[in-house]
């Protein structure tokens, strides 16, 4: 991690990859492979069939970059973990994902944070109701918007292991709150929902309110930073005398 790694040295490296096949976890966090350096890892991670975990958080990999390194880690029969934060991907990038949450049975934890994801990553958010052991998803800081909400909320209730979703600073307001809440209740395993920094007000927290009670599995709930007003917030408390203990 930080090693200002590039796509040159991403080169050497992927020669040396050929002879590591037992190989588990990767990190090249934080370096400069950008789209090239991608192409020369990819045909590498094919060979590493018991790579579990690969982080390559702020790489400028691309939309580009991804899809080839999805042709590579579709061998990894045993992927947990994919760290893609920071890597200006964009919604085609993402959708190319769904082969890897759809044929992966050991994949856990997907963090696409802070890219440029919308809402037109509608294949994204199906595989993520398709995916068998997903549980950890974070789309904080993407522009998912109201109707990117209401694609996810058409998939969580079919997402049996999903414990831990983060929609922080996603532009959803109180339509995209609205759809979320009306799936809430029968989402068996999410127990952390981070809706931080949106546009949540008075109607969208009146929504989740609502459902509140019923939410059994949920232990944390975030929602600073929104529009909410104090009827909002009285709403909210008198909802939680309601949550089972």
């Not at 232990?219 to 600073?224: F, K, N, V």
């Amino acid at each position: 991690r930080e090693n200002c790694f590039s796509h040159v040295e991403a080169s050497v490296l992927g020669q040396s990859l050929r002879l590591c096949r037992g190989l588990t976890h990767l990190d090249l966090g934080e370096n400069q492979l950008g789209e090239r350096g991608a192409a020369y890892l990819a045909p590498c991670l094919r060979l590493c069939t018991a790579l579990q975990h690969l982080d390559l958080t702020s790489n400028r990999v691309g939309t580009a970059g991804v899809e080839l390194l999805v042709s590579g880690l579709v061998e990894c029969k045993s992927f947990a973990h994919l760290g893609l934060a920071d890597n200006n991907i964009f919604a085609p990038g993402a959708n190319t994902l769904s082969v890897i949450l759809r044929g992966c049975t050991s994949f856990q934890h997907l963090d696409l944070s802070r890219n440029r994801i919308h809402d037109t990553a509608e294949k994204l958010f199906v595989a993520v109701g398709q995916s068998v052991s997903l549980s950890h998803l974070d789309l904080h800081s993407n522009n998912i918007g109201d109707d990117g909400a209401a694609y996810l909320a058409d998939v969580l209730g079919e997402c049996e292991s999903l414990s831990y979703l983060d929609l922080n600073d996603c532009r959803i307001g109180d339509g995209g709150l609205r759809n979320i809440a009306s799936v809430l209740a029968v989402c068996k395993a999410l127990a952390h929902l981070d809706l931080g920094e949106n546009f949540i007000g008075q109607h969208g927290v009146s929504s989740i309110a609502a459902v509140l009670g019923g939410c059994r599995a949920l232990q944390h709930l975030e929602l600073s930073k929104n529009k909410i007003s104090d009827h909002g917030v009285s709403r909210m408390a008198w909802a939680l005398t309601e949550c089972p203990s």
